[in-house]
T-cell receptor, first 115, second 111 residues
Framework: GAVVSQHPSWVICKSGTSVKIECRSLDFQATTMFWYRQFPKQSLMLMATSNEGSKATYEQGVEKDKFLINHASLTLSTLTVTSAHPEDSSFYIC???????????FGDGTRLSIL | DAKTTQPPSMDCAEGRAANLPCNHSTISGNEYVYWYRQIHSQGPQYIIHGLKNNETNEMASLIITEDRKSSTLILPHATLRDTAVYYCIVSRGDAGNMLTFGGGTRLMVKP
C-alpha cells in the first residue's frame, strides 16, 4: 500500500528557533500534499495545500510567512515553522494524494514542543 | 464539501462486529465517502472508500444506502487494536477538494 513517511516524529526546541518537517511519499508520486495541525482532544485542521512546483495555498488564519511550505518534487514536501513559539506546539501531520479519486495517505505526524 | 454527522462515541465487545454509522444527506453526485481512523498519537489511517456501491477490503466493509445519504462502516470482528477515532468524510477526492475532518466517532473496543 501507499506509504507516507514524515520526519522527525517529535522535536523539542527553544522558542525563537525554526523547525523543518519533511513529508515523503515513498512508493508513489504525490501531485498534491496537505499539511494539517491537531491540538489535543481536537480534530485535524487543514493548514495548507501544496502542489509540486507551485506556491502553497493556505487556509484562512494560517500565516504563510510563519509556516513555509516547499514542494520541490513529486515525493517531497517540507513545512518550516519559523521563529517558533510555545503556542505553535502541536501535532503536525502531512498527507499525500496521488491520482484523483484515490485516497490521501497520511504520515505518522510530528509532535512539536516549543519551550 | 458535504458535511457528515457521526455519533461521538460507541462501545463494542471484542470479537463482535462494530457498525459505525454516518449521515451525509447533502452529498453530491461526484463525492466519495471516505473512512479513516486515528489511533492515539498517530496519523490517520485510510480504511476504505466508495462512491455508490458497497465496498469490502481486508480491513472493513462499507455499506452505502441507495440514496447515498448515509453509510455504515463495518469492522467484522473488532479487536482491542481497533480502538480509535473513526472519521467519515465526503470529498470529490481531487487535489482541489481536501478532506475536512469532523469530530468522528470514538470507538472503544472492550474485552
Amino acid at each position: 500500500g501507499a506509504v507516507v513517511s514524515q520526519h522527525p516524529s517529535w522535536v523539542i526546541c527553544k522558542s525563537g528557533t525554526s523547525v523543518k518537517i519533511e513529508c515523503r511519499s515513498l512508493d508513489f508520486q504525490a501531485t498534491t500534499m496537505f499539511w494539517y495541525r491537531q491540538f489535543p482532544k481536537q480534530s485535524l485542521m487543514l493548514m495548507a495545500t501544496s502542489n509540486e512546483g507551485s506556491k502553497a495555498t493556505y487556509e484562512q488564519g494560517v500565516e504563510k510567512d510563519k509556516f513555509l511550505i516547499n514542494h520541490a518534487s513529486l515525493t517531497l514536501s517540507t513545512l518550516t515553522v519559523t521563529s517558533a513559539h510555545p503556542e505553535d506546539s502541536s501535532f503536525y501531520i502531512c498527507s499525500a494524494l496521488g491520482q484523483a479519486g484515490q485516497p490521501q495517505h497520511f504520515g505518522d505526524g510530528t509532535r512539536l514542543s516549543i519551550l | 464539501d458535504a458535511k457528515t454527522t457521526q455519533p461521538p462515541s460507541m462501545d463494542c465487545a471484542e470479537g463482535r462486529a462494530a457498525n459505525l454509522p454516518c449521515n451525509h444527506s447533502t452529498i453530491s453526485g461526484n463525492e466519495y465517502v471516505y473512512w479513516y481512523r486515528q489511533i492515539h498519537s498517530q496519523g490517520p489511517q485510510y480504511i476504505i472508500h466508495g462512491l455508490k456501491n458497497n465496498e469490502t477490503n481486508e480491513m472493513a466493509s462499507l455499506i452505502i444506502t441507495e440514496d447515498r445519504k448515509s453509510s455504515t462502516l463495518i469492522l467484522p470482528h473488532a479487536t482491542l487494536r481497533d480502538t480509535a477515532v473513526y472519521y467519515c468524510i465526503v470529498s470529490r477526492g481531487d487535489a482541489g477538494n481536501m478532506l475536512t475532518f469532523g469530530g468522528g466517532t470514538r470507538l472503544m473496543v472492550k474485552p
